[in-house]
């Protein structure tokens, strides 16, 4: 992504109730049931996103949404990153990757000592497993309340 588009890009605490954000998480919720088997499939739907436990932000170019994502409080010391996601005509451009640095950094002065997270193992997520790897995360065992699975990659980095 240029400089220009990363000072374009605006990340933002989101209420979840706008017609974009419901768009947005129903595509990536259906894409994730097409991947992954539904007993294997963890991504939250709008109202678990809602959960007091859980900040979700929406990533905006100018006035197009671009990408989002979530952070889960597993306990004072320990945070989850679900729903990551970045709207397919702006893949590669760097937005999962901004995004990542914004939820790694509030975790951080959240004073969160573990940042994990599951995603599927199948070849359709080969891509966000690298960018995890390439930002410190390595496979671990499940955590929280996932249990060992075929259908799931657990991964944790410290911080």
Do not use: N, Q
């Amino acid at each position: 992504m240029s400089s220009d588009a990363e000072h374009r890009l605006r990340i933002t605490v989101d209420d979840l109730t706008g017609p974009e954000i419901a768009a947005l998480l129903g595509a990536h919720l259906a894409e994730m049931h097409v991947h992954s088997p539904d007993d294997s499939s963890h991504a939250l739907d709008i109202a678990a996103l809602r959960d007091p436990a859980v900040t979700f932000w929406s990533v905006w170019d100018r006035r197009e949404l671009v990408g989002c994502g979530a952070l889960k409080e597993l306990d004072p010391e320990h945070g989850e990153i679900k729903s990551m996601r970045t709207v397919a005509t702006h893949a590669g451009r760097g937005i999962a990757t901004t995004l990542l640095t914004h939820i790694v950094e509030v975790a951080r002065t959240r004073g969160y000592r573990r940042l994990s997270l599951e995603t599927g193992a199948a070849e359709f997520y080969l891509r966000a497993i690298d960018l995890y790897r390439r930002h410190g995360f390595a496979r671990c065992p499940p955590f929280g309340e996932y249990e060992p699975s075929p259908h799931s990659v657990f991964m944790t980095r410290t911080l």
